[in-house]
């Protein structure tokens, strides 16, 4: 049994030893950091400006779609992350995520399927019903979205670093800036 000694164990499981789980983990936990500084940064440029911009967090860095200039963009991403690590913990959570529109959609979904199947199978009752799932779903999954932001889809950044903006144009002609980050090792 001496060959077994000779076997080399792939880097990549020394470095997780309970890998793929703990590097998945990993993977989570800087996208959702990544998630608040993106939404912090939005909320940061929407106090200097009426432009609606968009934005999507990858764990290297996140989009910012819409008409803004990249260093105005540069500097509201390092106002953002300084007051975020100051703790100003609501600029985390921004209303037009798309945290909110999932958990409007299964709110909405769910709520319809429970009405519909309560209610007489009639056009009307159903049709009543179906507005009424709407509008309790409208009402509440603005809360529910920002809680789920609070505590699923974004985390207060803790070894967040921005490392620079990079202005990117597709196809069609439109612009859009990725602010790219990095982890300072502890
Ligand atoms: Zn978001």
């Given at each position: 049994?001496t060959?077994t ?6 880097e990549?499981?020394?470095e997780?030893?309970d890998?793929?789980l703990s590097?998945?983990q990993?993977?989570w936990?800087?996208?959702?950091q990544?998630?608040?500084l993106?939404?912090?940064t ?11 911009l968009g934005g999507?967090?990858t764990?290297?860095?996140?989009f ?10 540069l500097?509201?991403a390092?106002q ?5 690590n100051?703790g ?7 209303p ?17 399927l429970?009405?519909?199947m309560f ?7 159903q049709l009543l019903?179906?507005a009424?799932?709407?509008?309790t779903?409208a009402?509440?999954a603005?809360?529910l979205?920002a809680?789920?932001?609070r ?6 950044p ?6 620079g903006?990079?202005?990117l144009?597709?196809?069609?002609g439109?612009?859009s800036h990725?602010v790219?980050?990095s982890?300072?090792?502890?």
């Open positions: 049994m060959q000694s000779n076997v080399r164990v792939p990549i499981l020394t997780h030893q890998w793929p590097a998945a990993s993977l936990e800087n996208v959702r990544v998630h608040a993106e939404h912090a939005i909320w940061v440029l929407s106090e200097q400006t009426q432009i609606h999507a967090s764990d290297r860095g996140f910012v779609h819409g008409q803004v200039d990249s260093g105005d963009l500097r509201a390092h953002a992350l300084r007051r975020l100051q100003e913990e609501r600029l985390a959570v921004h037009r995520c798309g945290t909110n529109l999932s958990v409007g959609m299964v709110l909405t979904a769910a709520l319809s429970g009405v519909s209610l007489p199978r009639r056009p009307l009752p019903g179906a009424a799932a709407a509008y779903s009402q509440v603005g809360e979205g809680m789920a932001q505590h699923l889809t974004t985390s207060m803790r070894n967040l670093e921005i490392v903006v990079k202005t144009t597709d196809w069609l439109r612009h990725f790219e980050v982890y300072i090792s502890r």
